[in-house]
C-alpha cells in the first residue's frame, strides 16, 4: 500500500482535481480513493495496468462526491490560494475577464459526468493522446474517440446555454446581449 501511495500519490490527486472535486474535498477525496484502494487491493489481478485500476476508483469517488454536493446543494468555495494566482492589481479588467472565464469553463465542465469530464480535460486541456486515455480508462481507442465527441458537443451545449442565460439576464436588467 505504502508502494503504491508513494509511487501514485501525484495521479490520483491530479486525476480527482481534473474530475471535478474541488480543492476543499480534495484531501477527503484522496482518503476515501486511498480506503478503496485498500480493502480491494487483494482484488486487483493485474488484467489491466494499475493506473487503469486506480483511475478507475478515481472516477467512482469523483461522482459520488459530486453527486452528494448536488443533493445537499454546495457551491464550492474558491480557496485563497486559487485566488492569489488569479489576483493581478495591474489589470483589474484582466482579473475580471479571466475569473469570467474561469467560472464559464467551470460551469460548462460541471454540466458533465465524471468520466466525461475526466476525458475532455485530459485531452484538451492536458494534451494526452487518445491511446493513453484510452490505456487509462481501460477501453480501446476508438471509443475514446467517440466518448470524445459527445463530450465535446455536450460542453458546446453548456456554452451555448450559458450564452443565452447572460444575454436573457442582460436584456432583463436593461443592457445589451
Not at 487503469?52 to 474558491?78: D, H, N, Q
Not at 458533465?112 to 480535460?121: K, N, T
Not at 485530459?122 to 474517440?145: D, K, M, S, W, Y
Not at 458537443?153 to 436588467?173: T, Y
Request: proline share 4%; glycine share 6%.
Amino acid at each position: 500500500m505504502a508502494a503504491i501511495y508513494t509511487a501514485h500519490v501525484q495521479f490520483l490527486w491530479k486525476s480527482l482535481y481534473r474530475m471535478g472535486v474541488g480543492e476543499a474535498d480534495l484531501p477527503d477525496a484522496m482518503q476515501e480513493v486511498l480506503l478503496v484502494v485498500h480493502r480491494r487491493l487483494r482484488t486487483y489481478d493485474g488484467s489491466s495496468k494499475l493506473t487503469t485500476w486506480l483511475f478507475g476508483i478515481c472516477l467512482r469517488v469523483a461522482g459520488g462526491i459530486r453527486r452528494s454536493r448536488r443533493r445537499r446543494r454546495e457551491a464550492p468555495m474558491e480557496s485563497e490560494e486559487h485566488r492569489i494566482v488569479l489576483v493581478d492589481e495591474n489589470h483589474p479588467e484582466r482579473l475580471m475577464t479571466r475569473r469570467d472565464a474561469q467560472r464559464r469553463l467551470d460551469t460548462a465542465l460541471d454540466s458533465l459526468g465524471p468520466e466525461r469530464r475526466a476525458l475532455l480535460i485530459l485531452f484538451e486541456i492536458e494534451g494526452l493522446p487518445c491511446a493513453q486515455i484510452a490505456e487509462l480508462l481501460g477501453v480501446p481507442v476508438g471509443t475514446v474517440h467517440s466518448r470524445l465527441a459527445v463530450a465535446r458537443a455536450q460542453f458546446q451545449r453548456a456554452l451555448s446555454r450559458l450564452d443565452a442565460d447572460e444575454q436573457h439576464r442582460l436584456r432583463a436588467v436593461g443592457g445589451r446581449p
